[in-house]
């Protein structure tokens, strides 16, 4: 077996092999892959909070169109299309990602006008959240013709 003690051909000192344990508990560079992996988990956290929040924007924008088109087809004179049309407007300009996925059906009669929204929220990114049914229902007493 050789003699791994090397001689440095400028100064003559003697500089040992380092050996594999030395290696082994060199932790330079793992500061970085736990920052990578943080800023990841992060991201992550971060994607499932805006999806939360903007599923409940657009409840809440269903709900108020529902809310404004009871209100709409209950005025003396309106009908069940203009509830709807109301309704559909609204989720048009202010939910218009989530247009596609709902159905509106008003129904006005003598006593209550009421509006039914049912809506199928798909997340922003797919893979990383459920969707969300639901059915939104708001009433208006109707007026009546003069």
């Known amino acids: 077996m050789t003699n791994r003690n090397y001689h440095c051909y400028m100064t003559g000192r003697r500089r040992p092999k380092r050996s594999s344990g030395r290696w082994l508990a060199d932790e330079s560079g793992a500061a970085v892959i736990e920052t990578l992996m943080a800023m990841g988990m992060a ?4 994607v499932f909070l805006m999806n939360g929040l903007l599923m409940l924007y657009a409840r809440s924008v269903i709900q108020y169109a529902a809310d404004s088109g009871a209100r709409a087809g209950a005025l003396s004179g309106g009908t069940g299309h203009i509830c709807e049309e109301t309704a559909e407007r609204i989720i048009s300009g202010l939910a218009s990602i989530y247009q596609d996925s709902t159905e509106v059906d008003c129904n006005r009669a003598e006593a209550l006008t009421t509006a039914e929204i049912t809506a199928r929220l798909l997340p922003v990114f797919p893979s990383l959240g459920p969707t969300w049914s639901f059915t939104m ?5 109707t007026e009546p013709v003069p």
């Open 43 to 46: 991201l992550i956290t971060a």
């Open 137 to 141: 229902r708001a009433t208006s007493v």
